[in-house]
């Protein structure tokens, strides 16, 4: 993966530091689609499972910053070692994050399937979850090929995720106005909305973060910002 | 002297007969000598190249050393020496590949998913190989088939019985005005007579769409290797939509260009692609009376874009990022009187992404909708060949 270092131990090190942030980011997909699978199967045992899993995440997040410390106190790492080790530690804390928004899916499940709710609740909220792994799973594909020609890709993706939110927020607000009975599931399913939304942003951070160990350069500031919920009223004659 | 020349030849003639028949699979560096037929200096790779399913060989630090031809196509090219845990992330896998290194005395196996692009399922086994050669071998069983059916049988179910049931509610009650109330009434039941056929007609195209979505479901996922010139399939799609066209009182303008536009694709999927795109152009954009089809490929390394622009009402924005979900429709009206099944746009989706492509959208209310297909650029000739 990178050149060779005189010292071996040194490569050792960096390599348990990357397959670290692998084993995060499989416990974090692994985490967003059982959390979203167990809200439309309602599935209370998943979600339970899901919560359980969140520990993981936490406890290695600590393990990778203390690593990293300890490397570059030893170490002294200069240029692309240095921005792998700190691109680690930023890309851990953001696996961290997606757990806990997963987790905090998982916990709304209760809630949302204590009625029996339609399908067609939740099949917005599916897409957008497939979208959102999507990204998810492209990143971290990118960070361990490194092939980071394929990351305009996902800031494309991000704004396509941003839209979708928008339009489900909408849905959602429809859901409500028709039957008040509907406030209590889809108040909670805006919530899981906006979490998946929060996954894509932190999937795209940790390209960024990607690019920037890799090519040494930050990407351009200008982020497409295209959620447009915060304009989206109820219409009550529509 | 000659006899003895022309005996040591032999050997070597036909090592180099294997290793030409074997160009495709190794690099030349790494090609071992062989002795035909004999079992003891039979190399590793040329094994574990012959094996059908997706293998990797990994060595105790979880690098990376080899990956057969299978591995590739299903997993993408791997950079050699990459961690075999950074490209597999599931925590299974992790504890697979840890509990066999760290020597696990039997071959244990695991499931492993893979939910996008395209969902697959297999069987996974590591084990050591050898004694002492400090390497590890990591094979996948596909099981996506068997879980793709159990998938397909429920979602079929789930979504036939929900979507059928309104035309079906519609034929019993007209069946029983038939035969209660409007039983002598001539003209009422020729009116009845034909919104009950139209209604029935509903129900197999619904099953027609449904069965053809299951079936692109059902298939293996495989990248597509043929490459085809897809302006030439365009303007074959645009010559058989031509009469459907003409009934909605639209014209469809080809700037297609004569210069062919190579893409890797099936070539049925994709016309079935563009028919869906150029039928949908057809039936919702009418009142723009034409639709303008074009294709463009900014320089080889570029991908390949293909528009389908009609000039009718547009889509309103808040819909445009839902259209390819199953049975999501914009306006339900619309769509029940232009014989609409709410999956059109579902199996181009699901057809682009298997063949690695993607569908654009842009549209204003008011402004006409342009539907954009983008294919990947098709890697400089002798794919599969390029493996890092």
Redo the contacts between chains.
């Keep these: 993966?990178q050149n060779q270092h005189t010292m071996r131990s040194f490569d050792?090190e960096l390599?348990y530091l990357?397959?670290q942030?692998?084993?995060m980011?499989?416990?974090a997909?692994?985490m967003v689609?059982e959390a979203v699978a167990a809200l439309v199967q309602s599935d209370s045992g998943l979600a339970r499972k899901v919560v359980e899993d969140d520990a993981?995440l936490d406890a290695k997040e600590r393990e990778i910053g203390e690593r990293a410390v300890i490397i570059i106190g030893k170490r002294q790492p200069v240029a692309d070692d240095l921005r792998e080790i700190v691109g680690a530690i930023r890309i851990s804390s953001d696996l961290e994050r997606i757990g806990d928004l997963g987790k905090n899916i998982a916990k709304r499940v209760v809630a949302v399937t204590e009625g029996k709710q339609p399908?067609r609740l939740f099949?917005?909220l599916e897409?957008l979850a497939?979208l959102a792994?999507?990204q998810l799973?492209e990143v971290?594909?990118v960070?361990?090929?490194?092939s980071v020609e394929r990351i305009g890709f996902v800031r494309d993706r991000d704004e396509?995720i941003d839209?979708?939110y928008?339009?489900l927020f909408?849905?959602l607000l429809t859901y409500m106005m028709e039957d008040p009975r509907n406030i209590t599931a889809c108040t909670h399913l805006l919530f899981c909305a906006k979490n998946i939304e929060r996954i894509g942003d932190h999937a795209t951070n940790i390209a960024e973060t990607v690019h920037h160990i890799v090519t040494g350069r930050q990407l351009p500031l200008e982020r497409p910002k295209e959620d447009q919920s915060h304009s989206v009223v109820a219409e009550p004659d529509a | 002297m000659l006899r003895h020349i022309a005996k040591s030849v032999a050997p070597l003639k036909q090592a180099l007969q294997t290793l030409a028949n074997r160009k495709n699979t190794t690099e030349p560096s790494e090609r071992p000598r062989v002795v035909r037929g004999d079992i003891d200096s039979l190399p590793a790779v040329y094994l574990a190249a012959a094996v059908l399913d997706p293998l990797y060989i990994f060595d105790g630090?979880?690098?990376i050393l080899y990956s057969n031809e299978a591995a590739d196509l299903a997993f993408?090219p791997?950079?050699k020496?990459?961690?075999l845990?950074?490209?597999?992330?599931?925590?299974e896998?992790?504890e697979l590949v840890s509990r066999v290194i760290s020597g696990a005395e039997e071959s244990t196996a695991i499931n492993y998913s893979e939910?996008?692009?395209v969902e697959r399922a297999y069987r996974v086994v590591a084990s050591r190989i050898g004694n002492d050669t400090g390497l590890y071998v990591l094979m996948f069983k596909d099981q996506s088939e068997a879980r793709r059916i159990d998938r397909m049988r429920a979602d079929f179910i789930?979504n036939a019985s929900?979507e059928l049931r309104t035309p079906l509610a519609s034929v019993a009650g007209f069946i029983e005005t038939l035969r209660g109330p409007a039983r002598d009434d001539a003209k009422a039941r020729e009116n009845f007579l034909q919104i009950m056929q139209n209604q029935t007609q509903r129900m197999a195209r619904l099953i027609d769409d449904l069965l053809s979505l299951s079936r692109l479901e059902m298939k293996p996922y495989q990248k597509p290797n043929a490459q085809l010139d897809v302006v030439a399939l365009v303007r074959g799609v645009i010559e058989s939509m031509r009469h459907i066209a003409s009934e909605n009182g639209v014209e469809i303008v080809s700037e297609l260009g004569d210069a062919p536009l190579l893409v890797a694709g099936h070539s049925d999927e994709l016309v079935q692609v563009f028919e869906n795109l150029l039928e949908n152009a057809c039936k919702y954009g009418s009142s723009g009376e034409r639709i303008l089809v074009s294709a463009e490929q900014a320089s080889p390394m570029d991908e390949v874009r293909v528009r389908v622009q009609d000039f009718g009402p547009g889509i309103p924005e808040?819909?445009?990022?839902?259209i390819t979900?199953?049975f999501?429709r914009v306006d339900v009206e619309t769509s029940r009187t232009q014989k609409g099944t709410g999956l059109g746009l579902s199996i181009v989706k699901h057809i682009l992404t298997r063949h690695d492509a993607r569908l654009s959208v842009k549209s204003a209310s008011g402004k006409g909708a342009t539907f954009v297909v983008h294919f990947p650029p098709v890697p400089p000739s002798g794919t599969g060949a390029e493996r890092a």
């Design positions: 993966m050792d390599n990357s397959d942030i692998a084993a980011g499989g416990y997909e692994r689609a993981f399908v099949r917005g897409a497939g792994l999507t799973k971290l594909d960070y361990a090929s490194r396509e839209a979708m928008t339009s909408r849905e | 630090a979880g690098s993408g791997m950079t020496s990459v961690s845990r950074l490209k597999f992330r599931a925590p896998m992790h939910r996008v692009p789930a929900h808040e819909h445009i990022p839902r979900e199953r999501y």
